[in-house]
């Protein structure tokens, strides 16, 4: 019998940082507000972390775990004793984080994943690392062999052939490519500069003239009562906007790069194992088989470098717990030549060369370019309100603009059955292109709406367990009603005749 | 619509459901014809009844807010427009609790052959979805009150799916409900890993 191990001697102390960081923020705001509104007892409140720190400081003294044969047992409290058994076969990720302080003490934190989802089965927080290195061997090596014929032939080294190695510069140009965060932080910027938080400081470097509070709110004004506006408000706004976006961006960049520096994915056996982090080091392994759906992203910079990241779901992680604990995509920045490789290693066997691409139905077009006219049209009507007849002048622009996006968005829509997967693609600018295996498949659906009906189309649904970010789903418009229905017959067929595994 | 005759053809074909005795659990599933079966006809006049249930409820609800209207409010024409249309109100979900399982129940059907099973349902936003046996998680069956006083019974299939992890099949008489989870559910004891 495997004997029963503690955490590391100073995991109480992470466990309490744990309990007490949750506290922090909104403790702050508490202690802040009371500040200001002079209140006495309110500072008290933060009274209540004392138990739930004690809680934290029970529960990692009590903390105990044993490498069984078939499973990993964890035992907590000292009063109510809970004991969970996680079979290997089940876990789906085994994820490791160690921040600069988790290095200093040589400990990491270790927290495994089973289907189950919602909370994380067991957190070891913490465990010396080579405690973590014995978890994951065990792990790996007692989990029933997986059934695939391919992957047992070979035997490569235990640290795994490099699938992905992204140097600082591919990490620099990521974080340039995918700047969403810049321009969440240009917004913020913007409304703090709005608000005249901004005030005193650019009033006393330029002036109250042109500084002072909505310099974009004078210049909007100007433009909509029809007179130019100076000439120096509007370069200063055109100016500001441009530097706030630069800043965003450049801050962006440092981020990815502290984020993700050396980043390295590999394919242990039947495992993916992904490092990377700058200050705090993140290590996640994720069983192949786990891998319900793979997509392939390319937004508009992407294609402008030649490059593209691509995000896999696996099974039980929702999407919002994902946020929570950061986790990255599998390849946030990869080469488009490098991306039949990175495939052939995830999905093995399945290919994306030879695709027979099926467009979709003909009349797509003008349905897509219905929905946006009818946009278009209620938006005119509102604005017409406001501003008199002259609101029909964007209606014109925007319709043309309608037109070029559902002719665009229409003609990159695309399915595709290989032999063990179906594909689907989507996205004008922003282009999506999402692959299920057939044995990963759960149900197929088909839906047909009024407007379906009308127009002889159909839409085939093909849905997977953690599908639960919308952008990632199989979920095809306007297919031939024929088509769909042939479709729908063969998925389900395909689905029916393999077996699903966790 | 267009399947509503053969669907009201296929009513009788569910009437010959053999009895679950121990002889037809053991002999192959019997559920598993591949033929297009309508919902057993009761559930129409349970839907309406439960319909009714709802109805009175929300009227109930909405006539204490016209109450209230009348004894709070200041304006003249607000307790007026209320009385006017509350009995509109009732009169229109009296009229759908009453029309409307008999629409529906013409557009759903549901077939179980040896891969799994097929439901059709949806009035104006159809949809066809396919289950297959392979992948069924886990099954219910469960009887409301009402539905035990029908003899009937609903199927709730789980799948390890996201939108359709749980796929429900209401107004199969219990009987046959007990059959198609027994037919749906995997023989083999296999470890689901």
Known sequence: MPSDRRLHPLSFLFAIAGQLRQFLIPGLVVVFTAGAAGGEWEPWLMVAAIPIALGAFVRSLSYRYRLDDTDLVVRTGFVFRKERHIPYARIQNIEAIQSVVHRLFRVIEVRIETGAGKEDDATMRVVPVAAYEEIRECVQSRRPAVAAPAAGVEQPEPSGSVVLRLPARELILSGFVDNRSAVLIAAGFGVVWELGLFDRVAGLLVGEAVSG????????????????????????????????????????????????????????????RAEYGLFTRVATTIPLRRIQTLTIFEGPLHRLFGRAAVKVET??????????????????????????????????????????????APGAFWRE??????????????????????????????????????????????WAAGSDAIWFRRGWLWRRLTVARFSKMQIVALHRSPFDRRTGMSR??????????????????????????????????????TRFQW | MHTADADSASDQTQAPVPAPTAASAAAPAPVADGVRHSLNPRVVLLERITGLIATVFLSGILAIGTG????????????????VAWPVLTLLLAWHSYA??????????????????EIRRGVFWRREITVPRSRVQHIDVSQGPIERRFGLGSLSIYTAGTDYAMVALRGLTHERALLIRDHLLPKEAQDAV
């Open chain 1, 315 to 360: 099974a039980g992680a929702d999407a919002q717990e994902q946020g929570a604990t950061g986790r990255e995509p599998l390849a946030p920045i990869i080469r488009r030549a490098e991306l039949d490789r990175l495939i052939e290693q995830v999905l093995p066997g399945v290919r994306a060369a030879g695709l027979d691409w099926q467009p979709a």
């Open chain 1, 213 to 272: 509070r909505s310099v974009l709110r004078q210049t909007l004004r100007a433009v909509f009562r029809g007179a130019a506006p100076s000439l120096q408000t509007a370069g200063l706004t055109v100016a500001g906007l441009a530097i706030l976006f630069a800043a965003a961006t450049a801050i962006s960049m440092i981020w990815a790069y502290v984020r993700l520096h050396g980043f390295v994915l590999r394919r242990a056996g039947d495992d993916l």
């Open chain 1, 369 to 414: 370019l219905r929905k946006s006219a009818v946009v278009s049209l209620a938006l005119t009507l509102v604005l017409a309100q406001a501003f008199g007849w002259w609101a029909l002048g964007p209606l014109a622009l925007l319709l043309a603009l309608s037109a070029v996006r559902a002719r665009r968005f229409t003609g990159s829509l695309g």
């Open chain 1, 460 to 497: 085939l649904r093909v849905d997977t367990a953690g599908a639960a970010r919308e952008s990632d789903r199989i979920d095809i418009p306007y297919l031939p009603a024929a088509v769909a229905r042939d479709l729908h017959e063969r998925l389900s067929i395909e689905a029916s005749g």
């Open chain 2, 68 to 83: 209230i209207l009348w004894l709070a409010a200041d304006s003249a024409w607000l307790p007026r427009l209320a009385a």
């Open chain 2, 100 to 117: 409307w399982p008999a629409i529906s129940y013409r557009h759903e059907s549901y077939r179980v052959d040896a891969p799994g099973i």
